[in-house]
């Protein structure tokens, strides 16, 4: 690893938003190696919203823009870090590096072990830039490194990688390496550890990994800006049975973390759903719900009723806040038809989203032909007795207190 010169250095800060391509045309003149400037440019470009302390300080080497695509944002990486504590925690797939230094603002000591010694070298050059002391670093495969370890540790992280041998991605645990699933690797690393916490891919089936994962404790399923971006699963002893799991949905947000909701498999497979047709407010729950399958859990804990089996939008007649998802005040309802539409929607412009509806929204937009933009929201969904409608809504956000 190179370190950058002061002249690289301000010509990163003077270019963070330059073409790549234009600036790798340019010829190697000046004392700047443009390749290598290029290389972190585009790093710090695909840095820029998911790692924002990292790429506001000037001081940082990066590894390639795939590593940084690879690596945890810095908000689920803060948010697993919520979930360990103690003096002790073993990265045993440290990568680029960011998940240890979360958990080194939690834990009192983090060792963190990479087989790739480009990355281990990059994280022992950024950590001490980053403030961070408590950091051991290990240039070494993470399992081989956990041999010479003689005293158990608080934690042990696992982030296994999800690439095969081509390039291409992985979802199931079984074709990560490590693969966790192996057979008595799990009991080898609970006589290292009481806890061990294992980031997965947010495609992953979680009731399969349950399966296949023995001594599961909780599951925690991170949403970033309503988009799914982990599954992680705490392992230890403590474990219970599959249906008594605790699930945790959780969407991190700019504008602060939603109520987080904990719904138990067992729960959600009998507790009771009232349904109904559409009530004043609409409730349309957030990804992180959606993944966790509380569909009917997320009824109950917020007294709302449910369109329809299949729909999972519910309704009430009193506005429910602060809810895990977008709430919707109704304004209309109408059926897919752009004459009755435009009725109510004389510029036929709007957000549309489906919710067990035949079309998709493509299919939709041009059938009805409405514009996308506005304030208003068009819920295109089946009701409780098949028919299919446009329920006409506006976005309800930060309400008054009544």
Known sequence: MNELTVDERAFIEQNLHADIQTLLLRKNVGGIRWKEVAVQIQARQKAAQKLPSWYANPHLIFPPALSVEQASSERTALYKASLVGGDSLLDLTGGMGVDSWAFAQRVSSVVYVERQPELAALAAHNFPRLGMTNVEIHPQDGLAFLASVAEPVDWIYLDPARRDSRGGKVVRLEDCEPDVTADGLLDYLLTKTERILIKTSPLIDIDAAVRQLAFVEAVHVVAVQNEVKEIVFIISRLAASASNIPITAVNLTEQGDGPAMIVHRSSERTVPVAFGNPLRYLYEPNAAVMKAGAFRSVATLYGLQKLAPHSHLYTTNNLVWPFPGRVFELMAICRPDRKELRALLPELKANLTVRNFPQ???????????????????????????????????????????
């Open 360 to 402: 998709s929204v493509e299919e939709l937009r041009k059938k009805l032909g409405l514009h996308e933009g506005g304030d208003i929201f068009v819920l295109a969904t089946s009701l409780l007795n098949g028919d299919k409608r446009l329920l006409i809504t506006r976005k309800v956000t930060n309400p008054q207190p009544i």
